[in-house]
Structures are given as C-alpha cells and as structure tokens.
C-alpha cells in the first residue's frame, strides 16, 4: 500500500499561475471607456449649440419683427399731414403770408 501511496503523490516543482497580462486588457478598456465619453460629450456639446443657435434665430425674428413695427410707425410719425397738424395745433404756427418768404441765392 506504500507503493499506491508513493505512485499516487505528485510533486509540483515549477508551479506557476498563469496569469494575462492585465494591465494591457485595463489600458485597452481604459481607452475604449476614454473614446465613448469623448464621443458622448461632444454629442451633448453639438445638442447644446444646436439649442443655442435655435434661440438666436428665434431672437433673430423677433427683432426683426420689431424693426418691421418701429419702421411703419416712423412712417406714421413722419407723414408731412400729421406733422403739419400738430404745428398747426401744438405749436401755433400757420401758412407764411407772401412777404414772409425770401429767398436766398
């Protein structure tokens, strides 16, 4: 029984896990993740400047909009029948009488 015993015992000698070589499955996953948030933040960062440009264009129309209204009322304010009636009325003022008028060459 000796003989079974001894037959049976295994020496290890040389034993050694293997073991990957991690560090380069961490550097390459490490890369992987560094990629992906590059490619997420500049997404957000188009989406955000995207939403940026859409507010001024809309800003854009709107001062336009109000340039429209501030033009047609100069034109309102500036019609030579209105302005003639408040001289007339505001200030006073009336038609010169011909010996008034002199030019000047």
Same mark, same amino acid.
Do not use: C
């Given at each position: 029984? /000796?003989?079974?015993? /001894?037959?049976?015992?295994? =020496?290890?000698?040389?034993f050694?896990?293997?073991?990957?070589?991690?560090?380069?499955?961490?550097?390459?996953?490490?890369?992987? /993740?560094?990629?992906?948030?590059?490619f997420?933040?500049?997404?957000?960062h188009?989406? !955000?400047?995207?939403?940026?440009?859409?507010?001024? +264009?809309?800003?854009?129309?709107?001062h *336009? !909009?109000?340039? =429209?209204?501030?033009?047609?009322?100069?034109?309102?304010?500036?019609?030579?029948?209105?302005?003639e =009636?408040?001289?007339r =009325? +505001?200030?006073?003022?009336?038609?010169?009488?011909? *010996?008034?008028?002199?030019?000047?060459e």
């Amino acid at each position: 029984m /000796s003989e079974a015993v /001894s037959q049976a015992t295994i =020496k290890i000698t040389e034993f050694s896990f293997y073991r990957p070589r991690l560090s380069s499955v961490f550097v390459a996953i490490l890369l992987v /993740s560094l990629l992906s948030l590059l490619f997420v933040w500049s997404r957000i960062h188009a989406i !955000n400047l995207e939403y940026g440009i859409s507010s001024l +264009e809309r800003d854009i129309r709107s001062h *336009g !909009n109000q340039i =429209k209204e501030l033009k047609m009322e100069v034109a309102f304010l500036a019609r030579d029948e209105r302005i003639e =009636k408040l001289a007339r =009325k +505001e200030l006073g003022l009336r038609t010169p009488s011909p *010996g008034q008028i002199i030019r000047v060459e």
